[in-house]
T-cell receptor
Framework: RKEVEQDPGPFNVPEGATVAFNCTYS??????FFWYRQDCRKEPKLLMS???SGNEDGRFTAQLNRASQYISLLIRDSKLSDSATYLC???????????FGAGTQVVVTP | DTAVSQTPKYLVTQMGNDKSIKCEQN?????MYWYKQDSKKFLKIMFS???????INETVPNRFSPKSPDKAHLNLHINSLELGDSAVYFC????????????FGPGTRLTVT
């Protein structure tokens, strides 16, 4: 089983619609969770951290479910510029070691 | 005012050659990393340095040797390149070693022919 699993998609989303997707992680000791965004042929960039109580950043909402070991990302009012691959990231112990999922591709269409 | 920079951006070379990739960060961060992203898009950590000291060394062939001359620079030297080394290599940095927010460089696309 992979450490961090994501549905690769693509999720084809009409502009203005809402899209949500999950990622599951295998290490129950993980404490820190993030969503990164990666545009085609570009570097990953931190989108948001995921806190236990859930958190929102503009149109983006992240949730953590420790019991079932998954995190989710919801994007409201999708924009064309939201088209990207969203990487689920979980810490894998100390020393700043991160475990990346393979990403979920989102394609927002006009 | 690029935060994390890498050179070169593209590298095409033949099997058996030795090549280096350079990384520099101007964020004043203590910790730097090398990641490999293969064709399946998985990003895997290779090495991490904190204040010039190696702190993470994943199962990487010893043909790969990182060097950190100072905390703002982390270079990656690869000996005897193989076809399977073809990938995008990303450098990243974070403020401290246990800080999980990492800032990535633009990547070096290595193609071994």
């Amino acid at each position: 089983r992979k450490e961090v699993e994501q549905d690769p998609g693509p999720f084809n989303v009409p502009e203005g619609a809402t899209v949500a997707f999950n990622c599951t992680y295998s290490n129950s000791a993980s404490q820190s969770f993030f969503w990164y965004r990666q545009d085609c042929r570009k570097e990953p960039k931190l989108l948001m951290s995921v806190y236990s109580s859930g958190n929102e950043d503009g149109r983006f909402t992240a949730q953590l479910n420790r019991a079932s070991q998954y995190i989710s990302l919801l994007i409201r009012d999708s924009k064309l510029s939201d088209s990207a691959t969203y990487l689920c990231v979980v810490n894998a112990g100390s020393w700043g070691k991160l475990q990346f999922g393979a990403g979920t591709q989102v394609v927002v269409t006009p | 005012d690029t935060a994390v920079s890498q050179t070169p951006k593209y590298l095409v070379t033949q099997m058996g050659n030795d090549k280096s990739i350079k990384c520099e960060q101007n964020l004043g961060h203590d910790t730097m990393y090398w990641y490999k992203q293969d064709s399946k898009k998985f990003l895997k950590i290779m090495f991490s340095y904190n204040n010039k000291e190696l702190i993470i060394n994943e199962t990487v062939p010893n043909r790969f040797s990182p060097k950190s001359p100072d905390k703002a620079h982390l270079n990656l030297h690869i000996n005897s390149l193989e076809l399977g080394d073809s990938a995008v290599y990303f450098c990243a940095s974070s403020q401290r070693q246990a800080t999980y927010e990492q800032y990535f460089g633009p990547g070096t696309r290595l193609t071994v022919t």
